[in-house]
Every structure is written in structure tokens, then in C-alpha cells.
T-cell receptor, first 112, second 120 residues
Framework: DAKTTQPPSMDCAEGRAANLPCNHSTISGNEYVYWYRQIHSQGPQYIIHGLKNNETNEMASLIITEDRKSSTLILPHATLRDTAVYYCIVRVASNYGQNFVFGPGTRLSVLP | NAGVMQNPRHLVRRRGQEARLRCSPMKGHSHVYWYRQLPEEGLKFMVYLQKENIIDESGMPKERFSAEFPKEGPSILRIQQVVRGDSAAYFC??????????????????FGPGTRLLVL
């Protein structure tokens, strides 16, 4: 799976949008971009995933650049409960299940 | 629909004892993954199982660790003769059965709350 690069930490003011970047310059055409987060040692929580089109759900939006070499996770109105480590993972589609490779992620701190 | 369940949530063992960690996947899910997270580190894949089969155990230590997912009942991660270095959070994830006839698709993994193992 392609390697991802994320900033180790970010701050965001409560109520503002949190934009978390991820570089995946070696991504292949059949690799998806996934985002998970882990709140204070709980189990990782699925947020969103996409291939090449932008995606939105009730939690977040995922913006993928046209060349697919980078993406941004957007939390539109960050709350204190969004403080967590956010993981960007690229993963190939497969007939078989495949494990996720978690990097160090970005530690997002939402400040009051 | 209950999520992935793991028990116990906390487990304390003395060096040399055995640890058994259980994972019940989400209803309708037949793929189970085990991950380990050492303190202040990211999650590391250990093993991937389907019902009664180990599909990928490339992340599993060669000795003392084993995993199973029987036809009935939860998946079990077993650690024999635990050592202090086994102290970690162990997370289980599950994903649904891939429909027959489908070729490639993405299967999101849903994680349980984890078991914190402390070896004294």
C-alpha cells in the first residue's frame, strides 16, 4: 500500500473548520483513501473513504486532488469531541480482505 | 445493530500466564482482523481471519501467539507465556462477507473498543 504523510499535530478553534491534509504521492489507480480517527485510546472510528471523487457524509468531507497525490479531510464545525488522532490510509481494492496500515497520524487538538 | 464487541476490556496477567482475548464481530460480518497498539504507537496489523480460516498472519509473532475464528462463537487471540512486552491494547475489527460474484470492492473495517493487556 502507498505510504502517506501527515503533519504530526494541528490545532483548531472550536466551531471552525478543521482541514487535515494528507500526501500520498505514490498512490496507485486502484487505491482508495480512507480516514479513521482514534479518540483517546478508544478503537479507531471510521470517518470516510473515496477513490477520486470528493465525498461527504454526516461526519466530514473528503477532498481528493485531481492527480490523487493528496487529499484533505474537512470537519466543517469542529467541536471539543473531535480532538483525536486522525489517520489517513491508502488501501488497494481486492477480492480479499486486506489489513489497514496505520501511520502515526495527525493529532488534532480542538481548542475552546 | 451492536458494534464489534471485545472482552475483557482490561486484562492483567503475570509473566508466564496465558491471555485470551475475545472478539465478536458485527452481525453479518465474517471477516475479522486483529491489531496491536503499543503505548504511544500506531496500530499494527497482526492477523486476518474468516470463519474457520486464517487468511493472513503476516503480522503475528511467530511464537506464543495464535488466533482462531471458529464456525460458532467469537474470534480468540491467544497469547501463551506472556511477557511484559506483550502489554498493549489489542483491537479487533470486522468487515462484511464479500458477496459472491463481486470482483473488487472496498470493505470498511469497523473496530471494537479494544482489550488492554497489562503484564506484571
Amino acid at each position: 500500500d502507498a505510504k502517506t504523510t501527515q503533519p504530526p499535530s494541528m490545532d483548531c478553534a472550536e466551531g471552525r473548520a478543521a482541514n487535515l491534509p494528507c500526501n500520498h504521492s505514490t498512490i496507485s489507480g486502484n487505491e482508495y483513501v480512507y480516514w479513521y480517527r482514534q479518540i483517546h485510546s478508544q478503537g479507531p472510528q471510521y470517518i470516510i473513504h473515496g477513490l477520486k471523487n470528493n465525498e461527504t457524509n454526516e461526519m466530514a468531507s473528503l477532498i481528493i486532488t485531481e492527480d490523487r497525490k493528496s487529499s484533505t479531510l474537512i470537519l466543517p464545525h469542529a467541536t471539543l469531541r473531535d480532538t483525536a488522532v486522525y489517520y489517513c490510509i491508502v488501501r488497494v481494492a481486492s477480492n480479499y480482505g486486506q489489513n489497514f496500515v496505520f501511520g502515526p497520524g495527525t493529532r488534532l487538538s480542538v481548542l475552546p | 445493530n451492536a458494534g464489534v464487541m471485545q472482552n475483557p476490556r482490561h486484562l492483567v496477567r503475570r509473566r508466564g500466564q496465558e491471555a485470551r482475548l475475545r472478539c465478536s464481530p458485527m452481525k453479518g460480518h465474517s471477516h475479522v482482523y486483529w491489531y496491536r497498539q503499543l503505548p504511544e504507537e500506531g496500530l499494527k496489523f497482526m492477523v486476518y481471519l474468516q470463519k474457520e480460516n486464517i487468511i493472513d498472519e503476516s503480522g503475528m509473532p511467530k511464537e506464543r501467539f495464535s488466533a482462531e475464528f471458529p464456525k460458532e462463537g467469537p474470534s480468540i487471540l491467544r497469547i501463551q507465556q506472556v511477557v511484559r512486552g506483550d502489554s498493549a491494547a489489542y483491537f479487533c475489527a470486522s468487515s462484511p462477507l464479500r458477496p459472491s460474484g463481486r470482483t473488487t470492492r472496498q470493505e470498511t473495517q469497523y473496530f471494537g473498543p479494544g482489550t488492554r493487556l497489562l503484564v506484571l
